[in-house]
T-cell receptor, first 115, second 113 residues
Framework: EDKVVQSPLSLVVHEGDTVTLNCSYEVTNFRSLLWYKQEKKAPTFLFMLTSSGIEKKSGRLSSILDKKELFSILNITATQTGDSAVYLCAVDSTYNAGNNRKLIWGLGTSLAVNP | KAGVTQTPRYLIKTRGQQVTLSCSPISGHRSVSWYQQTPGQGLQFLFEYFSETQRNKGNFPGRFSGRQFSNSRSEMNVSTLELGDSALYLC????????????FGSGTRLTVV
């Protein structure tokens, strides 16, 4: 059965700390891995990763994918209180001979950044 | 460019009733996916519509149904509501079935009492 596992489930840090969030997956017919940030309701897109070893970067956030070991990490440096949110990882995969695709989601990592 | 719009934002229904939720995707996006989000289960895929056709369906009972109109707006319907249907219902639109990522709406918070 396809699954995506995120760790840790929750994390509390102080402003200025660096955090690393983990996402491992067991999915057949992998297409891409996506990271989202969910603060109140709408998850907002952070990164889409398709190739191993190529770091994607946006400001203080960066992410990398390892397709051999089947995991991705999301790094946040110099954390701020505004980074407090749930970070979701999802894997986009195909099935039914490639005619269908679906997103398989992890349960998320709840990050709290204290001032 | 307007984002994904979901209505209503909040809804309270009693057991046994039915409910219809609406999602208007980003202009030009033809794919709309629906998800149920609960604290214990995370995001669970309900179904995906593309050009008025249901392309994918998750493992939900037949009480959950949906449709898409010619303008790409989508509705989902839940009949004979149960307490366990209380959740945040999110829809996501994409340009071409996810090749360029998915944009989510703010969701509809459904509470069944």
């Amino acid at each position: 059965e396809d699954k995506v596992v995120q760790s840790p489930l929750s994390l509390v840090v102080h402003e200025g700390d660096t955090v690393t969030l983990n996402c491992s997956y067991e999915v057949t017919n992998f297409r891409s891995l996506l990271w989202y940030k969910q603060e109140k309701k709408a998850p907002t897109f952070l990164f889409m990763l398709t190739s191993s070893g190529i770091e994607k970067k946006s400001g203080r956030l960066s992410s990398i994918l390892d397709k051999k070991e089947l995991f991705s990490i999301l790094n946040i440096t110099a954390t701020q209180t505004g980074d407090s949110a749930v970070y979701l990882c999802a894997v986009d995969s195909t099935y039914n001979a490639g005619n269908n695709r679906k997103l398989i989601w992890g349960l998320g990592t709840s990050l709290a950044v204290n001032p | 460019k307007a984002g994904v719009t979901q209505t209503p934002r909040y809804l309270i229904k009693t057991r046994g009733q039915q409910v219809t939720l609406s999602c208007s995707p980003i202009s030009g996006h033809r794919s709309v996916s629906w998800y149920q989000q609960t604290p214990g289960q995370g995001l669970q895929f309900l179904f995906e519509y593309f050009s008025e056709t249901q392309r994918n369906k998750g493992n939900f009972p037949g009480r959950f149904s949906g449709r898409q109109f010619s303008n790409s707006r989508s509705e989902m319907n839940v009949s004979t509501l149960e307490l366990g249907d209380s959740a945040l219902y999110l829809c996501a639109s994409s340009l071409r079935g996810g090749d360029y990522g998915y944009t989510f709406g703010s969701g509809t918070r459904l509470t069944v009492v």
